[in-house]
């Protein structure tokens, strides 16, 4: 059995049972059958969406207990949690919404012809997700692929695994026929392999780490699987002079502390014009002293702690790496001295200051509190500082000037570009990133997209010979 901790004080709040690999490979027929000659193909789009929408109606039901297992199980705040989980139930609805309209396009093919292209489910989906934010990232792959008319296997981080046993839960009640929405617990080097390699699976979902993307994409290559993979970013956060700068300090401080900095879209580098840079990473540096850290339950808490010791001493090893390389630690470092937070795995907000862009902590993703800080002189020095990345996820822009943030949005290379603000998104909108920060999207109309499959069907009304090869009777040909 698998011990699951709360971060906040490493008690034990529940006891999971791993999946053998037997069992990984079970859930993966089982999906398969359920699709191939299961019921589930001959719901309609509407019996679908009536579903997702039952979904949502039991998540809006369940919304106080979903947001406290959530909070106990990854030490962020109840606040967050409680957002998480509206922003799920908003996630189902769009997919309930999208999944009854008719995506069949027409193609003009002359007289005699009705062609038509269709869009049909892609078959058996392996959905994996993060520890950071478990239930959301479940409904962003679980609703627009069971809206498309898939069949899952879900595999969630054994690290914070509860509310995704609780919603695959719900998803039974609303009425999901068997076999249809799967759910394999345990390590990912244990069962990940079997699932991503097994020739029955159709598409690999994946949100993680760079590294386990890879690997994923390695392990997928012999069966030629469709892929879509969020694999982080390393995200800059642009200010320019002539921002407002109370709402630009604010915003940076959400964009890198919240929930410990444990987001893939933090904004870790804050990249701030030279005449603006002592005024507001002075000021950076008072408000992020004053970050209350405890227990996510806790009403006065702004920030948890990390999710895991492991997770903390890989933090621990960034920091001293920076220092190491020459940054000037301007606050935290460290762990925090309180004693009623010693039992967690908290870290205190981290700012760096004098960074380069050949440093480690400005290169790698750290997932953790910590912030640096490099500066610029020119809108073209901003741009290209905010493109030095191997990664593409998502970036902000900080400006009075609505021409320049245009500007400058249109040329950083991320999926997601914030103009004075940092953070939001939108379950009607793409969410995915450029280069090494993945492949495909979630959300939005091309969510739904990644899981279906284009099938051209072409219809001849009025077929008659081409007489393409001729016979003795008739030496001529085809028409010309």
């Known amino acids: 059995m698998r011990e699951i901790i709360n971060p906040f004080n490493q008690a034990v709040i529940a006891k999971l049972a791993d999946a053998t690999p037997a069992e990984a490979r079970a859930a993966v027929r089982a ?62 609805r769009y997919y309930a919404g999208l999944a009854v309209r008719d995506h069949t396009r027409a ?34 792959k679980i609703a627009p692929a069971l809206a498309a008319g898939n069949t899952v296997v879900v595999k969630p981080s054994e690290v914070t695994p509860l509310t995704t ?12 026929p068997a076999g249809v929405v799967n759910l394999v617990l345990g390590a990912g080097p244990e069962v990940g392999p079997v699932l991503t390699s097994a020739p029955e699976v159709d598409l690999v979902s994946f949100t993680g780490g760079l590294a386990t993307g890879r690997a994923i994409m390695r392990s997928a290559a012999d069966t ?28 940076a401080l959400t964009g890198v502390f919240l929930h410990a900095g444990q987001v893939c879209s933090a ?12 005024e507001f990473v002075a000021e950076l540096v008072r408000r992020a002293e004053k970050i209350r850290l405890g227990n996510g339950l806790a009403p ?26 020459g940054a000037t630690l301007l606050t935290g470092g ?33 997932f953790g509190p910590i912030l640096t800080v490099e500066t610029f002189t020119t809108e073209d020095e901003a741009v290209e500082l905010g493109n030095d990345t191997e990664y593409g996820l998502a970036g902000a822009v900080w400006t009075g000037d609505r021409a320049r943030a245009r500007r400058v949005a249109s040329r950083l290379r991320h ?19 450029f280069k090494h920060s993945g492949t495909g999207r979630e959300l939005g109309p091309t969510g739904l997209a990644e899981y279906q499959e284009a099938k051209h069907i072409y219809e001849n009304t009025a077929p008659r010979p081409e007489n393409w090869f001729a016979t003795e009777d008739d030496p001529s040909g085809p028409e010309s």
């Open 31 to 92: 999906a398969r059958v359920a699709f191939d000659s299961g019921e589930w193909p001959q719901w309609t789009p509407e019996e679908r969406a009536a579903l997702l929408t039952r979904v949502a109606d039991l998540l809006v039901h369940d919304r106080s207990d979903l947001a406290r297992w959530e909070t106990v199980d990854t030490g962020k705040t109840l606040a967050e949690s409680e957002i998480d989980v509206d922003d799920v139930v908003s996630v189902f």
């Open 165 to 176: 046993v609780r919603l695959v839960e719900l998803i039974e009640r609303a009425g999901v």
């Open 300 to 325: 006065d808490s702004r920030s948890g702690p990390l999710v895991s010791a492991e997770h903390r001493a890989k933090v621990e090893r960034h920091v001293a790496a920076g220092i190491a390389e």
């Open 107 to 140: 193609v003009d093919a002359g007289p005699g012809v009705v062609s038509r292209v269709v869009y049909e489910p892609v078959g058996v989906c392996v959905l994996i997700t993060p520890w950071n934010y478990p239930l959301l990232q479940a409904s962003w």
């Open 415 to 433: 999926g997601t570009v914030w103009i004075n603000d940092f953070g939001p998104y939108l379950p009607q909108a793409e969410w995915g990133g």
């Open 224 to 251: 030629v699987k469709k892929i879509a993979l969020e694999l982080g970013g390393k995200n800059p956060n642009i200010v320019f002079p002539d921002a407002d700068f109370e709402a630009a300090v604010d915003h």
């Open 267 to 278: 904004g870790t580098r804050l990249i701030v014009h030279a005449d603006l840079h002592d």
């Open 334 to 366: 460290r762990r925090p001295d309180a004693p009623e937070l010693r039992a967690g795995f908290f870290y205190l907000p981290t700012i760096f200051d004098d960074c380069r862009r050949d440093m480690s902590i400005v290169r790698e993703e750290t």
